[in-house]
């Protein structure tokens, strides 16, 4: 049987949490962690008018709210954050030092009497504090773009059943034709506009609260200029407690989407902010706490019931992530810290050594100087969190890609990958492909062998060395007005029609290509 027996306390030291030191060298084998949303208890907090936090757009706890967005290094300690120049009034620091607190040693704690506070510039004057959001609902109620400076950048918002503030909106971002997403209060006003399938609904409420694209139902009525002709859209719930009280006080879903020309960086900095979007806004929605680091929402969709992550985003990235056991083994990319420099569009970095690499946030199109200085920042806080600097810069052949120069302007040893390849190893990679196999890139295009523009490539996955064979590809044609071609299909088509109408003059007319 079981035998009881007391002995003396030995080690009784106390346990005590104490100021964490932490040496450059080894912030790599600390996590990054991620933003999340409002928690179960946080939203009761919210909604209790007895509550010191009721409504107050900055509460966080252990298990939800701003992280890496307002970390300036790690490890994640609040003298770190950019609430570190926010001292903690008596109550939150004794919840901070209760450890039967849910708030116990929480880094993001404030309240309404310690923490940032909002203020709105409107066309009534300023307004403070909970006239804040009073404020900015009425301006939206008015048909009018305001602009708000959300968990990770400035963002704009408007009235998703509102056409003509949309058409500003569009006109502003240079986004004449792609979706815009969605936020609604709740579950209950996503059932409204979409077919949730058990997946969605559990991604839209999960933590990182992305954006996921769904179904349109037979009752969604929504202006046309959300998402045009098709018959998806793309919702979100309030990602902070800010957006619920937007979401909350407005009667329609609300379109939400950075402030940003399309492809180009977030606004984090509140003079460029007045600066830029003065112009479209009727008011700019803003408070004292600044972000350190950039992050859009993340983007999801679900094809027969698995999940793609269309974009890394907020409450998803950076994060670490392993390379199989045997892959490469005597490559030099897994010898020596290498860094990835990414594409030109859509751009993203990686950072690694041995098998562990840092991907990080989305950063866009590199076309512009903005765009391009912040690769160059995200670049910086990912050598800062992973603890070293790169030897060995990849970048893709093409020359002319922003992510190619900025990858050369580093001064490092270098490898050129193409483009095509890249992606059809990112694949490999991803799932853990062993053994031969087929990989075919419908991509759009890039730069191959000799200098001579690829685009739908056919290769052989090697089993033995994973080397990657090109055994096929589309015919040639001409590209009329270069890169122009991509933008507008039209010239590809006319080129094609050409090109067909001389191999074969008897079955394509002129009337044809002259349509075209």
């Known amino acids: 049987g079981v035998q009881r027996q007391a002995v003396a306390l030995r080690h009784d030291a106390p346990f005590v ?112 504090a909970r006239r804040a959001i009073d404020a900015a609902v009425e301006t939206l109620a008015t048909g009018q773009i305001i602009a708000v400076k959300a968990v990770g950048g400035y963002q704009l918002v ?12 569009r006109d502003f971002k240079q986004r004449p034709d792609k979706p815009l997403a969605v936020m609604v209060d709740g579950i209950q006003m996503a059932k409204s506009l979409a077919v949730l399938e058990p997946a969605e609904k559990e991604a839209l409420l999960s933590s990182p609260g992305p954006i996921v694209i769904v179904k349109k139902s037979d009752s969604y009525n929504l202006a046309t200029e959300v998402s045009g002709a098709l018959d998806t859209v793309g919702i979100m719930l ?26 180009g960086p977030m606004i984090i900095d509140d003079v460029e902010a007045k ?15 600044d972000i350190q680091h950039r992050a859009d929402d993340s983007v999801w969709q679900f094809v027969q019931g698995r999940r793609q992550i269309l974009r890394h985003g907020r409450g998803t990235s950076p994060f670490y992530g392993a390379l199989p056991q045997k892959v ?22 990686a950072l690694g050594k041995g098998r562990r690499w840092l ?21 910086a806080s990912m050598c800062l969190f992973a603890g070293f600097n790169p030897k060995l810069v ?46 075919v890139a419908w991509d759009g ?33 001409c590209l009329l007005g270069g890169e122009q071609a991509i933008k507008e299909p039209r010239r590809s088509a006319y080129a094609l029609l050409s090109q067909l109408a001389e191999d074969t003059p008897d079955r394509v007319s002129v009337c044809a290509m002259d349509r075209a």
């Open 445 to 477: 295009s890039g730069l191959g062998e000799e200098r001579v523009i690829w685009g739908g490539e056919f290769f052989r996955l090697d089993g033995t060395d994973r080397k990657l064979v090109r055994i096929g590809s589309f015919r040639p044609f």
């Open 328 to 349: 490469g083994q005597d490559n030099p990319h897994f010898t020596r810290p290498t860094l990835a420099c990414g594409p030109h569009s859509n751009n993203t970095l």
């Open 158 to 169: 408007c009235s998703a059943g509102d056409n003509l503030a949309l058409q500003r909106l």
């Open 275 to 289: 600066r830029k979007l003065e112009e479209v806004c009727g008011g700019i929605l803003t408070h004292d706490c």
């Open 359 to 379: 991907i990080g946030a989305h950063v866009g199109t590199l076309n512009s100087c903005e765009a391009q200085q912040s690769w160059r920042d995200a670049l």
């Open 238 to 263: 309030p990602g902070s407690p800010l957006q619920l009280a937007l979401a909350e006080r407005n009667v329609s879903p609300l379109v939400v989407t950075s402030a940003n020309v399309s492809g």
């Open 17 to 128: 949490i104490r100021e964490t030191m932490t040496a450059r060298g080894n912030s790599s084998q600390l996590e990054i962690p991620l933003d999340r949303v409002p928690c179960e208890k946080c939203l009761e907090e919210w909604r209790d008018p007895n509550n010191r936090r009721y409504q107050y757009p900055f509460m966080s706890c252990v298990d939800c709210g701003p992280r890496y967005t307002l970390l300036a290094r790690l490890p994640f300690d609040r003298q770190h954050t950019s609430l570190a120049r926010f001292p903690l009034c008596e109550a939150c620091r004794e919840e901070y030092q209760d450890p039967s607190n849910r708030r116990f040693h929480c880094q993001t704690i404030s309240c309404p009497t310690c923490g940032p506070q909002l203020a709105f510039a409107g066309p009534n004057g300023p307004a403070l």
């Open 394 to 439: 990849l970048t893709d052949k093409h020359p002319e890609y922003g992510s190619t120069k900025l990858g050369a302007e580093l001064g490092l040893p270098r490898q050129k990958i193409q483009h095509h390849q890249a992606h059809i190893m990112a694949t490999v990679l991803e799932h853990n492909i062993r053994g031969t196999a087929l990989g």
